[in-house]
């Protein structure tokens, strides 16, 4: 098999977003809005298995007495939440609290640098893509990711495939000829759900993540199997 692309996820892969980002500015929105909700970590880690954020927010008025009791009252109130949490968002990133995991950048800048590729596989609003790779990288990040898919891109979010099999027919290309980097039970549902070897490094709120279907799992990109993950490396362990 030769390696044609690789597949990242963003938040939890690249950096923690969820831990540092997404949390803090869901609970900054709550409490622009005057509502007494907070969302710790340790319900922050069960919430996660929805995808979305949006999706998250609905489901978890479901359960509260104090919030809109329709249906459509409830879904109006999850998008004007987003919305302000999207900008608390975009502010925590500003602010520079968050940076790449490592060896994340040392692998992408390989890639890039060997012409190989690369797209971006994930359930966050697109903003929050370009805003963070544009941090990470630059402003010519987008030269080295040709296929970028977000959750504006999906009918259904992770742990769904659809993202996943949507960048690979984006980049023509079949299952076993990319490698998919996931952090989380769900993500890694979707990537190996469309047929992807995955490379699972597992993140903050998914340290307990089963890792049987994963094709490597390492702490993180700087601590693979041989130290630092490099292109020549996955290159060999696809070929053996
Ligand atoms: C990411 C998500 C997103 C983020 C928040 O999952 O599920 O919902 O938590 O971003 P994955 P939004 O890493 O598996 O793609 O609020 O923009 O949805
Ligand atoms: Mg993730």
Redesign the pocket.
């Given at each position: 098999m030769s390696l044609r692309a690789l597949i990242w996820?963003?938040?939890?892969?690249v950096a923690e977003t969820?831990h540092e980002g997404?949390r803090v500015a869901f609970n900054r929105a709550f409490e622009e809005c005057g509502l007494a909700w907070h969302w710790d970590e340790a319900s922050y880690r069960e919430r996660?298995h929805i995808?979305?954020?949006?999706e998250?927010l609905v489901a978890d008025m479901a359960g509260r007495s104090d919030a809109p009791q329709t249906t459509s009252g409830r879904e109006a109130l999850a998008r004007d939440l987003?919305r302000r949490?999207?900008r608390h968002y975009a502010e925590l990133l500003d602010a520079g609290g968050i940076q790449a995991r490592p060896g994340v950048l040392d692998l992408m800048r390989e890639a890039a640098d060997a012409g190989l590729p690369q797209a971006i596989a994930?359930?966050?609003?697109r903003p929050?893509v370009d805003r963070l790779f544009e941090r990470l990288l630059g402003s010519g990040w987008r030269a080295a990711f040709p296929v970028v898919l977000a959750?504006e891109d999906v009918q259904a979010?992770?742990p769904h495939p659809e993202v996943y099999l949507k960048a690979l027919s984006t980049l023509g290309l079949q299952a076993d000829e990319a490698l998919a980097f996931e952090?989380?039970t769900?993500?890694l549902a979707a990537a190996t759900g469309a047929g992807l070897r995955t490379v699972l490094t597992p993140s903050h709120y998914f340290q307990d993540v089963a890792r049987e279907s994963a094709w490597m799992c390492c702490p993180d990109l700087a601590q693979g199997p041989e130290g630092p993950v490099r292109l020549d490396q996955l290159v060999r362990r696809l070929q053996a």
């Open positions: 996820d963003v938040d939890g892969t969820e997404h996660l995808a979305g954020g949006v998250r987003h949490k999207t994930t359930t966050t609003a929050n959750g979010k992770k952090d989380s769900p993500g």
